[in-house]
């Protein structure tokens, strides 16, 4: 059965850096296309970072410079690095895997795997 399970959530303060991960069983990461997404309280989830199996890297912009997805192919392991961590970060961090269309790479409904969430808050 395909498991992802993140972890690495937490409190911390504004301008902190967290580093979100996310380990695969069942199902090879580099094979997929991964993302992340986050829904803050109230809020519908939204896409925050996307890495394809071509490479290619997606970001939104409210993270853009600040947040890095990457993979560690020899541990089956996607990670969300944070940095400049601000308050309106603060939601439940999701990933995703899936063979997706390009133009739903954004979009939450064209991934079929998707972990449990892992809490991030940001206090100001």
């Known amino acids: 059965q395909v498991q992802l399970a993140e972890s690495g959530g937490g409190l911390v303060q504004t301008g902190d850096s967290l580093t979100l991960a996310c380990s695969a069983s069942?199902?090879?990461?580099?094979?997929?296309?991964m993302a992340w997404f986050r829904q803050a309280p109230g809020k519908d989830r939204k896409f925050v970072a996307a890495?394809?199996?071509?490479?290619?890297?997606y970001y939104d912009d409210s993270v853009k410079g600040r947040f890095t997805i990457s993979r560690d192919n020899a541990k089956n392991t996607m990670y969300l690095q944070m940095n400049s961590l601000k308050p309106e970060d603060t939601a439940v961090y999701s990933c995703a895997a899936g063979t997706v269309i390009l133009s739903r790479t954004r979009d939450e409904s064209g991934y079929a795997y998707w972990g449990q969430g892992t809490q991030v808050t940001v206090s100001s």
């Open positions: 890495r394809r199996r071509d490479g290619h890297l």
């Open positions: 069942e199902l090879t990461l580099s094979r997929r296309d």
